[in-house]
């Protein structure tokens, strides 16, 4: 993609085909900063700033802090993923995943579990840094991307901006005017979101499930909208003329995409490798925090190969600390260190304020005279919007089903207004986080999803599907891709995230936000981060 490429994200493209060529696993625009020397045990390593996770928050951290001259180290407990296998690609598709596919799973364990009952979606693989990984707690697993870029790597890219008023309603402290008027359109811009061009969308068969959706639902009372996507659609046209390698139209997608997609390492990554002052270390577990007597930040980092193993652990220190591996990732290390007294003045309020933005799964069975096509595209594009409804919020994105034969299944994922939150605790046995979350705090959100598709199915003669899931459920609330919450803005941390009890020690991902945003969550995530950065920058002399 060449869309928008400043000088910057060229420098930084080619630092990360060349890193991934050589098989390294730090990458910087510097040859000699980028090498993989041997690395002692136990070895000291300084950096004025480091960066934990490379999802959307971590990724503005590492840009803004680049272009404000700060010499930065991103910490990423995946891999790169930039390299062709011997199939010539670097992702598998959905319908073909091996090794490639989920992090160190003998097994994939792909939301949909069962077709008509039968166990022909998930496969035994060999267990690999993968780029997927599911996280299993009681009651609830989460879906969370592994590897340069985050959960940019595995997400459907949709890019939706919150309606304004709930984003007031759930960030009552964050001032909406700015966030609105420069922090959106900055995300959104530097994202490289498009949407997909409307007469092409009427006319091509790789949205024929999305035209059938809308038609059942405009049949009911429901409104759809077309929602903006990181995915080129330019691409994607040309993928569909046959002129270009196919990658959406190719079922590829949870298990990442080889061509068309603007993750964060085509954008923010890459240009802020660009700068010359980051360098990003793959394969590296932050494990724990402490600070030392002269008020650096030392964390516990262990070296991973691709079984796995560790081999090697590292304690690398820095002046400012920020924290962007995510509602799971973040919430574990802080309450980690709060739990055994590396970090005792952290706020109790540390693993609190947990939701998966209302996530449910479904699918309804359509008329034999309602195909939904064979050939689908797997970025969707368009969603039913109830959001207004004053009982039962719905916002449900259309999702494609992309078997590569005719299904007459439509699929959504669902976004609700759950008030229910789950809260982490530490687990000192297993020197690790738990979610404490009930099957029955799934349940406002599985009754939201039924009062919208109910009066879709009344409305079209329709049933759901109750083969999807593995059992007989229609409804499938016990996993989400949207993890939010745990690390709280204005609680756990100030109005910028700030961790309280500490200087220069931020939280800039999804854990910020209580649980629930309306829509899919990362534009919000990156916009929030822009507003972090631009303060801290102008206040906090970072580094």
């Not at 196919?246 to 993750?263: C, D, H, P, T």
């Not at 995230?497 to 854990?511: E, F, H, I, P, Q």
Request: proline share 5%; with cysteine.
């Amino acid at each position: 993609m060449t869309a928008n490429l400043t000088r910057r994200h060229i420098l930084g493209l080619a630092a990360l085909r060349g890193a991934a060529a050589l098989g390294l696993t730090r990458i910087a625009l510097s040859p000699a900063a980028a090498a993989d020397r041997p690395v002692p045990t136990a070895s000291a390593e300084y950096a004025p700033a480091v960066v934990v996770g490379s999802g959307y928050g971590a990724a503005v951290a590492a840009l803004r802090l680049g272009e404000a001259g700060v010499k930065t180290l991103v910490l990423e407990m995946g891999r790169l993923w930039n390299a062709p296998a011997s199939d010539g690609k670097v992702y598998c598709s959905m319908t073909a995943p091996d090794r490639r596919s989920m992090w160190f799973k003998t097994r994939t364990e792909a939301p949909l579990a069962t077709f008509l009952w039968l166990d022909v979606i998930n496969k035994d693989i060999t267990p690999y840094p993968g780029v997927l990984d599911r996280v299993r707690f009681p009651n609830m697993s989460v879906y969370v991307g592994r590897g340069v870029g985050g959960g940019s790597l595995v997400n459907g890219g949709m890019a939706v901006t919150p309606s304004r008023a709930y984003f007031q309603e759930v960030l009552p402290q964050v001032d909406a005017a700015a966030m609105y008027a420069t922090y959106f359109p900055l995300a959104n811009r530097m994202l490289g979101t498009n949407t997909v061009p409307s007469a092409w969308f009427e006319s091509t068969e790789w949205y024929q499930y999305a035209r059938v959706s809308r038609d059942q639902a405009k049949a009911a009372g429901l409104k759809t909208v077309f929602v903006p996507n990181v995915y080129d659609f330019d691409y994607m046209q040309r993928e569909a003329a046959g002129t270009a390698t196919k990658s959406a139209l190719a079922q590829e997608v949870i298990y990442g995409n080889n061509f068309g997609k603007r993750s964060l390492d085509k954008t923010y990554l890459a240009a802020a490798l660009g700068t010359g002052n980051v360098t990003i270390r793959t394969l590296s577990r932050a494990r724990a925090i402490r600070r030392a007597a002269d008020g650096t930040y030392v964390l516990t980092v262990d070296r991973l190969d691709d079984t796995g193993a560790v081999v090697g652990t590292d304690e690398i220190s820095c002046r400012s600390l920020f924290l962007g591996a995510g509602s799971l990732g973040t919430t574990e290390l802080l309450l980690r260190a709060r739990e055994t007294g590396a970090l005792p003045a952290l706020s109790p309020q540390i693993g609190r304020g947990w939701g998966g933005n209302g996530n449910v799964m479904l699918g309804r069975a359509n008329h034999i005279w309602n195909p939904t096509g064979a050939h689908q595209s797997t970025i969707p594009v368009m969603g039913i919007d109830d959001w207004s409804n004053a009982t039962n919020p719905v916002f449900a994105e259309i999702a494609p089903l992309p078997a590569g034969t005719e299904t007459w299944a439509s699929l959504y994922l669902a976004i609700t207004k759950n008030p229910e939150r789950g809260t982490f605790t530490y687990d000192a046995a297993k020197d690790a986080a738990v979610l404490n979350w009930t099957g029955t705090q799934s349940a406002p959100s599985v009754t939201a999803a039924k009062s919208l598709f109910d009066r879709l199915n009344s409305a079209n003669g329709t049933i759901y599907r109750y083969d999807l899931f593995g059992d007989t459920r229609s409804f499938a609330a016990d996993f989400c891709y949207h993890p939010l919450g745990g690390c709280v803005l204005g609680r756990a941390t100030d109005a910028y995230g700030r961790a309280a009890g500490y200087d220069k020690l931020y939280v800039t991902d999804g854990s910020l936000i209580p649980g629930s945003i309306g829509v899919n969550p990362f534009v919000t995530i990156t916009a929030l981060a822009e507003r972090t950065m631009a303060r801290v920058l102008a206040e906090d002399g970072v580094g």
